[in-house]
């Protein structure tokens, strides 16, 4: 999976690694049980600190997307077919999603754009019964 | 014309030719060490400065080319290297004309003003590392072996005397050659086993670290997952034969050096310089792989999973590969603390550089130069 970061850009560079390795996820390329680069290694790979990529793995971690252990490395813990979400997750991610959806809504986009861009992010994912798209 | 003329003039044509084709073999989004946003690749000043650095050196190649052989009855053999250093540093000084040059429009233009630059990197090359390639060593330890017992076959018959020189130098104290006469022990009869031990450690060592290191990809090359981590992985998989191959030439060279020091061939006049051909046909090879190959494999074709769909998803804005030119210092030496990597890729021409804001880059540099400093200090002791 090719893992495209901005380091000059104004999103911290944890959040980055955090967010596309996310996207990984769900688009099928890092499966459950699929290995990642240990932080020593993806911090040499992307050229940015150590310990920024032990931030990013931390959190995926508390997210319970990676589990990290001293003989296996960082491994994927959960996709979209490990089953449905934790019910006190679900609050918090709809708080998030109502945010940016009201961010494109005072810019001005119609309703059914708006719909039309989710619909589109989406097509990108590989939810279970269906292969990567 | 004796050997080690030969050599010299050889070396000043080689490397000549060498710094006037390595802008070829660089990426289009990085000329004479400056970055360029992929949409200012046929940018005119781009064209001028090649150009200007193409006639330049090609003039500075032909001229110390025919200096050295002008002056090659005259002087010491060192002449050759006199000419060679002031040749390198002409190179140089075209390099550095045309990288200001070329930065000034990029700054004066703000060519990176509104881009989005980026990094990239596939985590398929940490979870399917490439493999070093082991039996391509093989040749160069198997001369190394041999030259170990030829010697110790051969050292019971030599005489109480050993001739010493050069490289492919002349041998026996000739009238304008380093060559000398030295008494015979284990250290002046087994130098060339120490230089043999010395390349093969110091190239393989360096090979396994750039297969740790990270790939060299480009976010503009970057198509599709997968295509350009699998040019990278040919290109370091094509450049690590030829390096082995080139270490394994320069064993033969230098066991050809010592069967003539230990008497068992001598050819007169130029045929001296036959230790020097394994040498020069591996340093062909290794020019013509990484000129096929150019700058981390760029001109070689993908083969990975073709796609359609681009690296950044449907609906995000082009990005391009991040300006780095504050971390190159004169546009060939990287110094980044910010950046963990110990070996990067190189910046003009093929091949890799240390990132020498890493404490572990010192220490090769001390490590590479210590080395044959000492083994300096234990010929000088034995006499050589």
Redesign the interface.
């Known amino acids: 999976?090719?893992?495209?970061?901005?380091?000059?850009?104004p999103v911290p560079i944890y959040q980055q690694i955090r967010d596309r390795i996310v996207?990984?996820i769900a688009g099928g390329?890092?499966p459950a049980g699929?290995?990642?680069?240990?932080t020593?290694?993806?911090?040499?790979?992307?050229?940015?600190?150590?310990h920024t990529v032990n931030k990013s793995y931390d959190i995926l971690r508390q997210e319970g997307l990676l589990r990290i252990s001293r003989k296996s490395g960082a491994v994927v813990q959960r996709d979209a077919g490990s089953g449905p979400p934790n019910p006190d997750w679900v609050p918090d991610w709809t708080g998030r999603l109502r945010t940016l959806l009201a961010e494109a809504a005072v810019q001005g986009m119609p309703a059914a754009d708006i719909v039309r861009?989710c619909q589109?992010?989406m097509?990108?994912f590989a939810f279970p019964g269906e292969g990567p798209s | 014309m004796s050997a080690g003329s030969l050599a010299g003039i050889l070396s000043v044509i080689v490397v000549g030719a060498l710094c006037c084709v390595s802008p070829a073999m660089n990426r289009p989004t990085v000329q004479f060490g400056v970055r360029v946003p992929a949409g200012r690749t046929s940018a005119p000043v781009i064209g001028r400065q090649r150009r200007a650095y193409y006639a330049r050196t090609a003039a500075i190649g032909v001229c110390c080319a025919v200096a050295a052989l002008l002056l090659r009855g005259h002087g010491s053999w060192w002449l050759a290297r006199i000419i060679l250093l002031a040749e390198m540093a002409a190179d140089l000084a075209c390099f550095l004309i045309a990288r200001k040059n070329i930065r000034d429009v990029k700054n004066g233009e703000r060519w990176f003003a509104g881009l989005?630059?980026?990094?990239?990197?596939?985590?398929?090359?940490?979870?399917d590392p490439p493999r070093f390639p082991v039996r391509w060593l093989i040749p160069a330890i198997a001369v190394l072996v041999a030259t170990i017992v030829i010697g110790v076959l051969r050292y019971p018959h030599l005489p109480a005397r050993l001739a010493v020189g050069p490289v492919g130098g002349p041998v026996g104290g000739t009238p304008g050659g380093a060559g000398r006469w030295v008494p015979k022990s284990v250290v002046t009869a087994f130098a060339v086993v120490a230089g043999q031990l010395y390349v093969t450690v110091l190239c393989t060592g360096m090979m396994i670290l750039v297969y740790r290191?990270?790939?060299d990809l480009a976010?503009a090359d970057?198509d599709a997952?997968g295509t350009s981590v699998s040019r990278y992985r040919r290109f370091l998989a094509a450049l690590a034969k030829a390096m082995l191959s080139l270490v394994a030439l320069v064993n033969l060279s230098l066991l050809l050096t010592a069967l003539r020091k230990w008497q068992v061939y001598q050819l007169p006049g130029s045929g001296s310089a036959l230790p020097l051909l394994p040498y020069a046909v591996g340093l062909i090879v290794l020019a013509v792989v990484a000129l096929r190959a150019g700058q981390g494999g760029y001109r070689l074709r993908g083969t990975g999973p073709s796609q359609a769909?681009g690296?950044?998803?449907?609906?995000q804005a082009a990005?391009t590969d991040?300006d780095d030119d504050r971390f190159w210092k004169a546009g060939l030496i990287y110094v980044?603390r910010?950046?963990?990597?110990?070996v990067v890729g190189a910046r003009f021409g093929v091949g890799w550089t240390l990132n020498l804001a890493n404490p572990v880059a010192w220490l090769i540099v001390a490590g590479t130069t210590a080395v044959p400093a000492g083994l300096a200090v234990i010929a000088a002791t034995a006499g050589m």
């Open positions: 999976v090719l893992l495209t970061i901005e380091p000059d850009g996207e990984a390329g890092q699929s290995g990642l680069p240990s020593r290694q993806l911090a040499v790979d992307l050229g940015v600190n150590f861009h589109a992010a097509a990108g | 989005r630059q980026a990094v990239v990197t596939d985590t398929s090359w940490r979870a290191s990270r790939p976010v970057s997952p769909a690296a950044h998803g449907p609906g990005r991040r980044n910010d950046d963990p990597a110990l």
